[in-house]
Every structure is written in structure tokens, then in C-alpha cells.
């Protein structure tokens, strides 16, 4: 089992930037793809991004050219700079990994953008 915990989250104002870190500890061998998801109250969870083992990144369209995902594999954390954010946004964000027989989540990190 991986454990992952996110930080970084917390008010920002409309057009604003945050860093989300989320560190991974346990059984990281088994990770392939780290990445992070977003949900906004009763709304389903939506992929933001991935970064992939081999070195791929991906990214729902309404974040690119804002959004940057990176990983440091040294240290198993995935980090996500987000630049020109906006109040309608979904608000928490979750990390999680995937790998052999392995698929984990953190908890979340709220991120508020105030307009």
C-alpha cells in the first residue's frame, strides 16, 4: 500500500498561483503514474493531470498552459504549479498513484480562489 498526503492547498485570489505537493511513502516501487484530480461539491471527480513513469504528462484541456505537473521520483512526490486560477474552479484536490496492483489516493487539499 502507498500513503499519500497532499499540502500546499489553501485562499488564494482570482488569478492567483498555489503549489500542491503530495508525498508518497510505503510501498512506492509499485508506482507507475502519479497525478491529481479535483472535485467541486456534488459534482463528480475530474482528472487535472498525470505524469506518467516513462516521462508522459497529460492534462484535462480547461488547465493547460496554466497548470504544470512535475514529479521528483528521488523524493516520490508529484507536485502541481497552478497559475491564473479562477473562482469556479473545483476546490479540492487529490493526489493519487497507480502502479502494479497498487491504486491509492490522499485525502485532499482545499483550495479556495475568492474573486
Known amino acids: 500500500q502507498v500513503q499519500l498526503v497532499e499540502s500546499g492547498g489553501g485562499l488564494v485570489q482570482a488569478g492567483g498561483s498555489l503549489r500542491l505537493s503530495c508525498a508518497a511513502s510505503?510501498?512506492?516501487?509499485?508506482?507507475?503514474?502519479m497525478g491529481w484530480h479535483r472535485q467541486a461539491p456534488g459534482n463528480q471527480r475530474e482528472v487535472v493531470a498525470t505524469?506518467?513513469?516513462?516521462?508522459?504528462?497529460n492534462y484535462v484541456d480547461s488547465v493547460k498552459c496554466r497548470f504544470t505537473i512535475s514529479r521528483d521520483n528521488a523524493k516520490n512526490t508529484v507536485y502541481l504549479q497552478m497559475n491564473s486560477l479562477k473562482p469556479e474552479e473545483p476546490d479540492v484536490y487529490y493526489c493519487?498513484?497507480?502502479?502494479?496492483?497498487?491504486?491509492?489516493w490522499g485525502r485532499g487539499t482545499l483550495v479556495t480562489v475568492s474573486s
Open positions: 493519487y498513484a497507480v502502479g502494479n496492483r497498487m491504486d491509492d
Open positions: 510505503g510501498s512506492t516501487f509499485r508506482i507507475e503514474t
Open positions: 505524469f506518467a513513469s516513462y516521462g508522459i504528462t
